[in-house]
């Protein structure tokens, strides 16, 4: 018997790794909240750097600082997001992969594409940014004048969609490589992610196009959250249009996925499946 | 019985059958010289190891089946093959009637895996979290998850651990709160891919009672990995040995002996310090008068063993006893190397 996938299903499956990470909290409150404050401090140390260089000296390549809080404001947001549904590595798969974990999710009756979407799920540890985020969005919205309607606010769900699509495809892209070579590869998505995210979070506005377009098609950090939110303020760059980060999104996902399909095809019928509990390490 | 005489099974297996099953990994060969790295970069050298050999074998519902073979034999990637974790390169696996690969989902409603080397339980977290967390994810009922729950608590004494940390467990608690949540959605069978891995003896004890009794009387089947032939032994009534990626034996352990001989330990307790000469036997040890031997008893039986020991003087006790099955194993690895 197997019991349908449905959203009242999917729900659950949310439910519980909501549970799991309440109760993780639980567990030790002052160590968690230490551990949350420090998350907080780090990210906002990166966005309010930014800021205030852009205060400084009265905007960065044609933004205004309002306009680069509003950037940094969806940025936080984005990394709110990654944080608060990636708890368990999920995003981070080639850690999964390199450890020889992936093969046990598949002793879960549940499909595999439904257990990464909802473990990593965790609103009490990893919900502090993305709060943030929003109250930041709020604040440089209130001094941009912006009339947030309702069609703009499904545009803002729609880019942080899009962005978060591409990071995800990204990093599953890229962790193909640990099912070929897991010692190798294990730490592949990480350096993906995180080793340009500081790139992410710099406004491209003043800089030429040859730096403007790679950043846009081979390395995606200028849609991480630069084009967005100039698309969200109504001036989408270099004439690209408001619907580039969806299609480079769906593009990306698209074969992001044939090729992740194969690399995992490849490890479940010849790769070899040697690991250690706690990963491998050099 | 040899692998020939069971391909009958295939018609009544219910539990387990594979047919012709290979299974094969590439494995990327390295060296430290220049040239070769740089052949490596070029041209990758790529070698085919072949865990599993054309292997065929059923197991019928109820059974206890000990699988055994020596490092690197295939033991556990028969078990990820089993459980949907792998593909085979060829052949067929059915698993309870169910295709593992085509249908993984309602496989894994009726099939418990435990790995011993790798916990299921949330590190972090009391045991009875993660046995709720599996409550929702394998979507158990209510009233059946209570049931199973009240069982293992009492059967594997798990009251006093249910709210202790899974990292602050010792290794045999450990097993038996993972052996506890492989239950608890009622799996018709169990595959356990080494349980009894560094537990001391009480620890083991309890394991093996437990998993006799869950065969016996719920009549689940199990499929049980271990090093440990003696316990292997103690639990199961069958034995499939595999070496090389091809099953070498698969019978009971009384036949596993006769394979390497009809090995026979005599304990002889002497009354005095002389030592008996026991023919067609090998002195193995001698301490305070109490020598033990090993006999062959294909050469002669016990019938003239016992007349034999009967005309020797000063004879104070005589055990007669199996040979170890660690030791037929030893033997029987060394000739497959």
Redesign the interface.
């Known amino acids: 018997m197997v019991d349908k996938l449905t959203i009242r299903r999917i729900l659950g499956l949310y439910g519980i790794a909501a549970k799991m990470d309440l109760f993780w909290l639980l567990r030790d409150t002052k160590y968690a909240l230490a551990a949350i404050i420090a998350d907080l401090i780090a990210n906002l140390a990166t966005v309010s750097s930014v800021f205030l260089i852009s205060v400084r000296f009265g905007g960065i390549g044609g933004m205004s600082p309002d306009e680069v809080l509003f950037m940094m404001a969806y940025s936080t947001m984005i990394t709110g997001i990654f944080i608060l549904f990636g708890a368990a590595n999920n995003f981070h798969i080639s850690r999964i992969i390199g450890r020889g974990q992936l093969e046990h999710l598949f002793i879960q009756p549940i499909p595999l594409k439904a257990q990464l979407a909802t473990m990593g799920f965790a609103p009490f540890t990893g919900a502090i940014n993305f709060v943030v985020g929003i109250a930041l969005l709020v604040v440089a919205a209130i001094r941009l004048r912006i009339r947030v309607t309702p069609l703009w606010t499904i545009l803002l769900v729609a880019f942080l969609l899009a962005t978060m699509v591409t990071i995800i495809a990204r990093a599953y892209l890229v962790s193909t490589l640990a099912f070929y070579a897991p010692v190798a590869a294990e730490e592949i998505s990480t350096k993906a992610i995180e080793g340009t995210w500081l790139l992410s979070t710099f406004p491209l506005s003043g800089m030429p196009a040859f730096v403007q377009i790679p950043l846009l098609t081979i390395l995606p950090e200028g849609l991480m959250a630069w084009f967005p939110a100039l698309c969200l303020l109504g001036r989408p760059p270099l004439g690209l249009g408001s619907c580039y980060p969806m299609l480079y999104a769906i593009i990306l996902a698209v074969f992001a996925a044939a090729i992740f399909r194969k690399g995992m095809k490849y490890y479940v019928t010849r790769g070899s499946n040697r690991y250690l509990p706690y990963g491998f390490r050099r | 019985m040899l692998q020939e005489d069971r391909t009958d099974i295939f018609r009544t297996a219910s539990a387990v059958s594979l047919r012709h099953v290979t299974k094969?990994?590439?494995?990327?060969q390295r060296d430290n010289t220049g040239k070769g790295m740089i052949r490596n970069l070029l041209k990758p050298e790529k070698k085919t190891?072949t865990a599993l050999g054309d292997v065929s074998f059923g197991i019928e519902k109820g059974e206890f089946v000990a699988y055994a073979g020596p490092n690197g034999a295939g033991k556990s990637?028969t078990m990820?093959l089993l459980?949907?974790?792998?593909?085979?390169?060829a052949g067929d696996i059915s698993v309870l009637g169910m295709s593992p690969k085509k249908?993984?989902?309602?496989l894994?409603?009726r099939?418990g895996?435990l790995?011993g080397?790798?916990t299921?339980l949330?590190w972090?977290?009391p045991v009875i979290?993660s046995f709720?967390?599996k409550k929702?994810?394998?979507?158990i009922p209510e009233d059946e998850y209570r049931k199973n729950l009240r069982i293992v608590t009492e059967l594997l004494d798990l009251k006093d651990l249910l709210k202790t940390?899974t990292r602050e467990l010792s290794l045999g608690q450990r097993m038996r709160a993972d052996l506890a949540m492989l239950l608890l959605h009622s799996p018709e069978l169990i595959l356990l891919d080494e349980p009894t891995l560094g537990l001391d003896v009480v620890a083991k004890r309890r394991m093996i009672d437990f998993l006799k009794r869950i065969n016996r009387e719920n009549g689940v089947t199990v499929v049980v990995t271990s090093h440990d032939m003696d316990d292997l032994e103690e639990m199961a009534h069958r034995i499939l040995m595999i070496s090389g990626g091809k099953i070498a034996y698969d019978g009971d352990f009384d036949g596993l002996r006769k394979i390497t001989g009809n090995l026979t330990r005599v304990v002889i307790t002497m009354q005095d310090e002389s030592v008996p000469d026991l023919r067609n036997s090998t002195l193995l040890s001698s301490q305070n008068g109490v020598h033990e031997f090993e006999t062959d008893l294909r050469g002669s039986s016990v019938k003239k063993l016992m007349k034999y020991l009967s005309e020797v003087d000063g004879i104070a006790d005589v055990e007669i006893k199996k040979a170890p099955i660690e030791q037929v194993i030893a033997r029987l690895y060394d000739e497959w190397r």
């Open positions: 094969e990994f590439l494995q990327w190891i990637t990820k459980s949907g974790m792998l593909l085979p390169t249908e993984r989902r309602a894994m409603h099939l895996v790995f080397n790798r299921e949330w972090d977290h979290r709720e967390w929702v994810v394998w979507n940390f």
